[in-house]
């Protein structure tokens, strides 16, 4: 149960007169038989106003309320009660309203932080959990933030009982066990032999060579699995505005692993002489003084790949002779801040990717992601030859959007949730050792989580359409078929054999790649030698 406390502070524009006061009761007692009232099902639901004073030109009111009527929207209710009485006999005029700590009172005991917005101090009292709010303005009651800061607390709520976790992990297929053909670190072979030069934290540069092993991956990805499907290439912008990153979730999910950006602050140049001068005598970048000419963030470099998909059918209405709506896109990198799990190509900060995106009724979303499903394990286990993995994993994004209610006991995967598909890496250890299996795919039905913001409208006014997702790393791909096949095309299976052509030749510069590492290079040169010439 929750109770809310408050007082509403009404600054008028000249002193309420004495005839005008001695009314009061009578305006009090209908605010609190009727006005306070509206909505709720009972007294303990609505708000009553349970003490007044008047003091020159203020109106100070005491409020009590219950969970439909809450003291905020008993704030406003007032105003818009008293304001036409005021100004219509009296012209005294409304000039602004002030909600002096109001207090939001819960049943038992809560982890709730006093880091939350707009929270100034927390208490418990006799079971239960007193919040202590700021003093809220007009525009700040309008908003509502109340309303807010009691979806976080129950959505904070929900997370605690979740375990902590983002998502719930469960086995749900397999591959049989397949004996590598390799116990090597792929990554550090295309490190020694100069395929892949460092660039910065998470970034690496790929030269002719990989690029092209790369590209055929996903070039048999795409023939094999999403055009057979009907998917067709779009390109989707890798630079996403905030706005759209609140409405699907990402600004207040995953800012710590996003990577923003920003414009500068104006287009003259003149601007940015101090700027200029700096570096010119420095002969550094003094990184700090850079937010000077920059403005705050405004995007956030591409995270999810496919935000920009929910956002071109928004507040529009699709005709059912369009539905389902299949898109992929593969035109530029994603980042996500990974800081301490980096490593090799494995974890990256800039990577890319084959998002696959659908739109349509919930039947079709779920047949278009069955028949996905059923192309990705011939993929993996007939073409690509992996031992692999699936596992149902039942995002908490998904539990707070009101698409799962719970996790049940049993798996039901034609309801919005996540398949993960997970490659083992033999050259890390024992495949019977979770740590030792690297994600190199997924895919989701989201349910409504995103038609739903964006107002993606279906042609029967009824009619609710759901979307789907699935996004696989191209160099994860790699990382996970290298790790098990190795580089002797002699080890790689029948098709992906027939479709990889030889790679380019490899750059060498006198010191690069390491001479050291110069007959490591002639040997996986000689190994791709069997590879056809393009």
């Not at 287009?267 to 005598?281: A, I, K, M």
């Not at 996500?336 to 979303?365: A, C, K, M, N, Y």
Request: hydrophobic share 35%; charged share 30%; with cysteine.
């Amino acid at each position: 149960m929750v109770k809310f406390f408050g007082e509403a502070i009404y600054v008028l524009s000249s002193k309420i007169p004495e005839d005008v006061q001695k009314d009061f009761q009578n305006i009090i007692k209908e605010l609190n038989e009727e006005i306070l009232l509206r909505g709720a099902k009972s007294k303990e639901e609505g708000a009553q106003i349970t003490d007044y004073t008047i003091e020159d030109n203020k109106l100070i009111i005491r409020i009590t309320s219950g969970k439909r009527v809450r003291v905020h929207h008993a704030v406003l209710r007032i105003k818009n009660y008293i304001q036409p009485i005021l100004g219509r006999k009296f012209k005294i005029g409304l000039r602004s309203i002030e909600l002096r700590e109001p207090k939001i009172i819960i049943e038992g005991s809560h982890r709730i932080t006093s880091k939350l917005p707009f929270v100034k101090a927390i208490k418990e009292e006799n079971g239960k959990t007193i919040v202590i709010l700021n003093d809220l303005s007009e525009s700040e009651i309008k908003k509502p933030i109340i309303d807010r800061l009691i979806h976080l607390i129950e959505y904070k709520e929900e997370k605690e009982k979740w375990g902590g976790k983002v998502e719930h992990w469960r086995e749900i297929k397999r591959s049989p066990k397949k004996e590598p053909k390799y116990s090597g670190d792929p990554s550090d072979v295309l490190i020694k032999i100069g395929w892949i030069k460092h660039f910065y934290v998470g970034q690496w540069l790929y030269t002719p060579p990989i690029t092209h092993l790369i590209r055929k991956f996903q070039e048999a990805f795409i023939d094999i699995v999403l055009r057979p499907l009907g998917f067709i290439e779009a390109i989707y912008p890798k630079m996403v505005p905030l706005e759209v990153g609140l409405k699907t979730g990402h600004i207040k999910g995953t800012p710590h692993q996003m990577i923003f950006a920003s414009q500068p602050i104006s287009y003259n140049p003149e601007d940015f002489e101090e700027w200029n001068d700096l570096v010119t005598v420095l002969n550094s970048v003094p990184k700090d003084r850079l937010k000077d000419f920059v403005k705050s963030p405004e995007y956030f470099n591409c995270f999810a790949q496919c935000e920009p998909f929910y956002w071109f059918f928004g507040d529009e209405i699709i005709k059912i002779s369009e539905l389902p709506i299949k898109w992929f896109d593969r035109s530029g990198p994603s980042f996500r801040w990974e800081s301490g799990g980096i490593r090799g190509l494995e974890r990256l900060v800039e990577f890319h990717r084959i998002e696959v995106t659908w739109l349509g009724e919930p039947d079709q979303v779920v047949e278009i992601r069955n028949k996905l499903l059923e192309k990705y394990e011939y993929f993996m286990d007939k073409v690509l030859d992996l031992e692999w993995r699936w596992a149902w994993v039942t995002p908490f994004y998904l539990v707070h959007a009101g698409e799962i209610e719970k996790e049940e006991s049993t798996i039901d995967i034609n309801k919005p949730g996540t398949i993960d598909f997970e490659a083992w890496l033999p050259y890390r250890g024992e495949r019977e050792d979770n740590k030792n299996w690297l994600e190199i795919g997924n895919i989701s039905i989201h349910g409504s989580k995103y038609t739903g913001p964006f107002r993606i409208k279906h042609q029967k006014k009824n009619q609710i359409l759901w979307t789907g997702c699935s996004g696989f790393g191209v160099q994860r791909w790699l990382i996970a078929f290298l790790s098990q096949k190795g580089f002797d095309p002699d080890n790689w299976p029948k098709e992906i054999r027939e479709r990889i052509t030889r790679p380019p030749k490899s750059f060498r510069a006198i010191t690069y790649p390491n001479p050291e590492n110069q007959d490591l290079l002639e040997k996986i040169e000689k190994l791709m030698s069997k590879l056809e010439a393009m």
